[in-house]
């Protein structure tokens, strides 16, 4: 009889399914801790910021309020770049140099390139030194603002004297000259007829010989049918009458105390042929050619302005006398 084979028992899967859960649990651990110390390090990082930030409020209340200069303060002071650090002493010897060898009034703003770039307020702090050097009382020299620059002139107490050294005459001027000299100051950039209309003669004469005299140029053509030239003062007008620009011009009101304190007699206002404005501002003042600026065509002739304004004006009208017993003469 035939032995039938002892059937094999099947085999246990519990040893591994023991092996696998101790490894899901030392893996839980182990993922635990770690995210146990990342909390700790973060809760720590925080802690030790809050209290560094408590002490420095508290540092700041004990020191007091700080002002905005500290706040703004980086370190060691240094001067900011762009600016030079100027010896003022040695700028005012450079300026003073400058001032005596230029023939005409030097600009500001090229004094202060020359001096290095130096900013205004450094450049008034060499202005200042200057004045100081060459005061008004004990100095035959003065420092003077004219036509927006400096310019060395002499005491005006001294006049007689350098004059004689000279053998010069003073410029003239007709009171025909003075009244349009003082209109165009005035009320530039305008026309011959309108100085006219304003005066009540004619006013070539006048004209002429302010222009001839570089005191009154053409500055462009108002834009009317005709085209008539527009006449404003020049550089040479500020430099005359020591103007350092049109704003200084008295006004009006002052003319009119001027003359009531002069005369002993009261000023009418609004008086007609001297109803002239307040003296211009800046923004009539004179440009880089020297004139004031104004409206009016800016395309120029082939001829010079001035030459084309006195052929326009004319030997015949430019008559010495104008109507009002004044001759129109130097």
């Known amino acids: 009889m035939e032995e039938k084979p002892t059937p094999t028992p099947p085999t246990s899967n519990e040893p591994h399914a023991a092996e696998v859960n101790a490894n899901a649990e030392a893996e839980s651990r182990a993922y635990e801790e770690a995210r146990d110390q990342t909390r700790d390090y973060v809760n720590g990082e925080v802690r030790a910021r809050e209290e560094a930030e408590a002490q420095e409020r508290s540092e700041a209340e004990a020191a007091g309020p ?25 700028a005012a010897s450079i300026l003073e140099s400058l001032l005596l060898v ?65 053998d010069v005459k003073p410029p003239r001027f007709s009171r025909a000259a003075l009244e349009t000299v003082a209109i165009i100051a005035y009320k530039q950039p305008l026309t011959r007829q309108e100085i006219e209309q304003i005066r009540g003669v004619d006013c070539a004469g006048s004209l002429k010989t302010l222009m001839e005299r570089r005191l009154v140029r053409v500055v462009g053509k108002k834009d009317v049918p005709g085209k008539p030239f527009l006449f404003g003062t020049t550089r040479e007008f500020m430099e005359v009458f020591s103007l350092g620009s049109l704003s200084e011009l008295p006004t009006m ?10 005369t002993a007699t009261h000023v009418e206002t609004g008086r007609p042929g001297i109803d002239l404005p307040p003296a211009a501002g800046e923004a009539a003042d004179q440009g880089e050619n020297g004139a004031a600026a104004g409206p009016g065509d800016a395309s120029q002739p082939e001829k010079r302005p001035e030459e084309a304004a006195m052929e326009e004006i004319g030997p015949d009208e430019a008559a010495p006398n104008e109507g009002n017993g004044n001759p129109d003469a130097d």
């Open 66 to 90: 700080i002002c905005v200069d500290d706040l703004l303060k980086t370190g060691d002071a240094e001067p900011e770049p762009g600016i030079p650090d100027v010896d003022l002493g040695r």
């Open 253 to 262: 009101r002052e003319i009119e105390a001027y003359l009531a304190s002069s």
């Open 102 to 166: 230029s023939s005409d009034p030097l600009s500001i703003d090229k004094a202060r390139q020359i001096l290095g770039g130096i900013t205004r307020e450094q450049f008034d702090e060499v202005h200042l030194i200057l004045q100081a050097k060459y005061s008004g009382e004990a100095s035959g020299v003065l420092l003077e603002r004219v036509a927006k620059g400096l310019q060395f002139r002499t005491n005006p107490a001294n006049q007689d004297h350098v004059r004689k050294l000279f």
